[in-house]
């Protein structure tokens, strides 16, 4: 089955400490990015990438990074998480297709920093 | 102001109901628009997708675009209670070096009661 995997699904944590989200797509596409979703702003793209090794800012970066050692996995990285990061989060992937509009996405990760 | 503007809702319709949820844009880049249904707790699914301006029809839903007035539409006849879900408009520009990028409206919760 196609599919994009996240992992955890939930998670408390607190103030400064260290965390990663794995992301995981089967579908051998290039195209993968993180958005956070928050009441009354919508989804907002974190980071993207085009393809190995290849990795952009979106919208909202700051606080976050990512890598991209492989096609299928895309971790986001909260080296010290703070409150205001508290969000839904998702992984999508697409085909690196021009103008291909497909994205595939996750279940979420809610995340909650206290 | 935001690229797409999204009425947040939330819209409670009877069952067999006709459905309309809009969004407007400012972008006059973007050529691809999208709609994603997202049930609660799950990450957004692709619903229609349409090039340019024009009418598209699936089953029950109707997709239009109007650029010359910047104004998205999305049409769902005989709603059914199965319709119950949150529905973000998505807006795609072409990035530097292909690949794109999508721009999200806030999503526009729906409610179709028995």
């Known amino acids: 089955e196609a599919q994009v995997t996240q992992n955890p699904r939930y998670l408390i944590t607190v103030t400064g400490k260290k965390l990663t989200v794995t992301c995981s797509q089967n579908?051998?596409?290039?195209?993968m990015s993180w958005y956070r979703q928050d009441p009354g702003l919508g989804l907002r793209q974190i980071y993207y990438s085009m393809n190995v090794e290849v990795t952009d800012k979106g919208d909202v970066p700051e606080g976050y990074k990512v890598s991209r050692k492989e096609k299928r996995n895309f971790p986001l990285i909260l080296e010290s998480p703070s409150p205001n990061q508290t969000s839904l989060y998702f992984c999508?992937?697409?085909?690196?297709?021009?103008?291909?509009?497909?994205?595939?996405f996750g279940q979420g990760t809610r995340l909650t920093v206290v | 102001q935001k690229e797409v503007e999204q009425d947040p809702g939330p819209l409670s319709v009877p069952e067999g109901a006709i459905v309309s949820l809009n969004c407007t844009y400012s972008?006059?880049?973007?050529?691809?628009f999208m709609w994603y249904r997202q049930y609660s707790r799950k990450g957004p699914e692709l619903l229609m997708y349409t090039y340019s301006s024009g009418n598209k029809e699936d089953g029950r839903f109707t997709a239009q675009v109007d650029k010359s007035s910047k104004y998205i539409s999305l049409f769902i006849r005989d709603s059914q209670p199965s319709d119950s879900a949150t529905y973000l408009c998505a807006m795609s520009g072409v990035l530097t070096g292909g690949g794109n990028k999508l721009t999200f409206g806030t999503g526009t919760q729906l409610k179709v009661e028995l």
């Open positions: 579908m051998n596409h290039e195209y």
């Open positions: 972008n006059s880049a973007f050529q691809y």
């Open positions: 999508a992937s697409s085909p690196r297709l021009r103008g291909n509009t497909e994205a595939f």
